[in-house]
C-alpha cells in the first residue's frame, strides 16, 4: 500500500537543532517534499529530494534514502517562528499527480 | 511568478445549503490543480485533482464535485452540505513534468451550521 508516517509532536528548546523523521511506503518513487504548516494557515514547500543524500537549504537540511524508504528534516539554530507542523509528502505512484501526505509533525519550540 | 488566489476566506454555511468555492492561478500556464480538505489537527486528505480543461479525478466518494471550466479557474461545489463537510479547504497549483512542488492558496474555512 501507499502511506507515509511521521511522529505526531516533538518538542526543542531554541536554539537548539532538531530532526524530524518520514517513513513512505509508495508505489515506485520519483521523489519526497517537505512542507511546512503554521496553525490556521496554508502549507508552504520547504523542500524537495529525489536522490540519496542531504540537501541543505540555510538551516534547514532534508535527507532522503531510497533504500530504506526514509526521510528527515534537519532544522539547526531553532526560532521561536519554527513552531509549526511539518508534512511529509511523496506522489502516490511513479509518474503520477497524485501526492499523498503525512498526518504531519507538531513541533513547539520553547524558550 | 506566479500567484494562487482562493475565496471566501472563511464561510458560515447551514446544513443543505449549497456551495462553491473558487480557485484561480496566475503566472503560469496548464498547471495540475488540486482540491484538498484538513480537518482539525489532521493531515491533508485529496479531494480532487486535475490536469487539463474539463479533466477531473475524484479521489473520495461523497456530495462534493469539482470542475474546470478554464486552464487556471478551479471551483469545488456542494447542493447540499452536510455537518462533515466542515473544514479547512485549501487548492493547490502544481507544474507539469516530473515531480514538482505543490503551492497552496490561503484556504478556507467551511463551518456548517
Known amino acids: 500500500g501507499q502511506n507515509i508516517d511521521q511522529p505526531t509532536e516533538m518538542t526543542a528548546t531554541e536554539g537548539a537543532i532538531v530532526q524530524i523523521n518520514c517513513t513512505y511506503q509508495?508505489?515506485?518513487?520519483?521523489?519526497l517534499f517537505w512542507y511546512q504548516q503554521h496553525a490556521g494557515e496554508a502549507p508552504t514547500f520547504l523542500s524537495y529530494?529525489?536522490?540519496?543524500g542531504l540537501e541543505e537549504k540555510g538551516r534547514f537540511s532534508s535527507f532522503l534514502s531510497r533504500s530504506k524508504g526514509y526521510s528527515y528534516l534537519l532544522l539547526k539554530e531553532l526560532q521561536m517562528k519554527d513552531s509549526a507542523s511539518y508534512l511529509c509528502?511523496?506522489?502516490?505512484?511513479?509518474?503520477?499527480?497524485?501526492?499523498?501526505f503525512g498526518t504531519g509533525t507538531r513541533l513547539k519550540v520553547l524558550a | 511568478s506566479q500567484t494562487i488566489h482562493q475565496w471566501p476566506a472563511t464561510l458560515v454555511q447551514p446544513v443543505g445549503s449549497p456551495l462553491s468555492l473558487e480557485c484561480t492561478v496566475e503566472g503560469t500556464s496548464n498547471p495540475n490543480l488540486y482540491w484538498y480538505r484538513q480537518a482539525a489537527g489532521r493531515g491533508l486528505q485529496l479531494l480532487f485533482y486535475?490536469?487539463?480543461?474539463?479533466?477531473i479525478s475524484s479521489e473520495v466518494p461523497q456530495n462534493l464535485s469539482a470542475s474546470r471550466p478554464q486552464d487556471r479557474q478551479f471551483i469545488l461545489s456542494s447542493k447540499k452540505l452536510l455537518l462533515s463537510d466542515s473544514g479547512f479547504y485549501l487548492c493547490?497549483?502544481?507544474?507539469?513534468?516530473?515531480?514538482?512542488?505543490?503551492?497552496f492558496g490561503d484556504g478556507t474555512r467551511l463551518s456548517i451550521l
Open positions: 493547490a497549483w502544481s507544474g507539469r513534468g516530473g515531480s514538482q512542488p505543490q503551492h
Open positions: 529530494n529525489v536522490l540519496d
Open positions: 509508495t508505489s515506485g518513487f520519483n521523489g
Open positions: 509528502a511523496a506522489p502516490a505512484t511513479s509518474g503520477t499527480y497524485k501526492y499523498i
Open positions: 486535475s490536469v487539463g480543461i474539463g479533466q
